[in-house]
């Protein structure tokens, strides 16, 4: 998809067509998303596009729209930062892993000269000790930092969080299917409640 729109802007008979690019972050690190943003790419304020079905707003609407008892909501909120915390090594270490991708990707090997010495020589300086420390340590503070269930969701990659939650509400699998029915039926305006729950979430677009 950013290949596609950076295409875009490049081709000039397409001038007349505004278009906009809208992604979730998705393990990307600060700089990645910076780089984008400054070519015009836009960001959810969620890690990826599934977390919009669990933003508490709209947990709390679904927990009215669905007849839940009072409080299905709350538990559905710790339910997901209860998940989060038995999640975070791992998501600490793809983020990691993310973040080593990315620094070689600003590294430079385009020079044809370069020996199987220069190569080794610039991993090295790029990943000593000192750097690899840092870049884990980063990413510790980032997720170890997230305490409200919005902190949570902006850099939670669990795909399968809105199958998970499912249960609280009475459900099986069927959470974010229920969500997007609740959108078609627009019972009690559940359409513009849960568009403006979403709001806050996407990117002020021109």
């Known amino acids: 998809m950013i290949r596609i729109y950076k295409a875009k802007k490049t081709y000039e008979k397409l001038n007349d067509i505004d278009a906009y690019c809208i992604i979730d972050r998705d393990f990307r690190t600060d700089g990645e998303i910076s780089a984008l943003k400054s070519d015009g790419i836009n960001f959810l304020e969620v890690a990826e596009v599934e977390n919009l079905f669990l933003v508490p707003e709209l947990l709390d609407i679904m927990e009215k729209q669905l007849l ?3 409080g299905t909501a709350e538990e559905a909120k710790k339910f997901i930062c209860e998940l989060y915390v038995q999640n975070k ?8 892993i993310k973040e080593v991708g990315h620094q070689l990707t600003l590294t430079k090997f385009s020079d044809t000269q ?7 020589l610039k991993i090295h300086e790029k ?4 750097n690899i420390e840092k870049f ?10 997230a305490n409200t269930l919005e902190e949570i969701l902006k850099i939670f990659n669990f795909k399968q969080l809105s199958i998970k939650i499912s249960p609280k509400f009475g459900l099986k699998n069927e959470y974010a299917k229920r969500v997007i029915n609740a959108i078609k039926s627009n019972k009690d305006d559940a359409k513009q409640q849960i568009f403006e ?4 979430y996407m990117p002020d677009l021109p």
Do not use: V
């Open 89 to 96: 090594p791992n998501q600490i270490g793809e983020a990691f």
């Open 197 to 200: 729950a979403l709001a806050k």
């Open 114 to 120: 370069l020996t199987p010495e220069d190569l080794n």
């Open 136 to 145: 884990l340590a980063d990413k510790q503070t980032i997720y170890n930092s």
């Open 127 to 130: 990943f000593m000790k000192e």
């Open 68 to 70: 839940c008892d009072e």
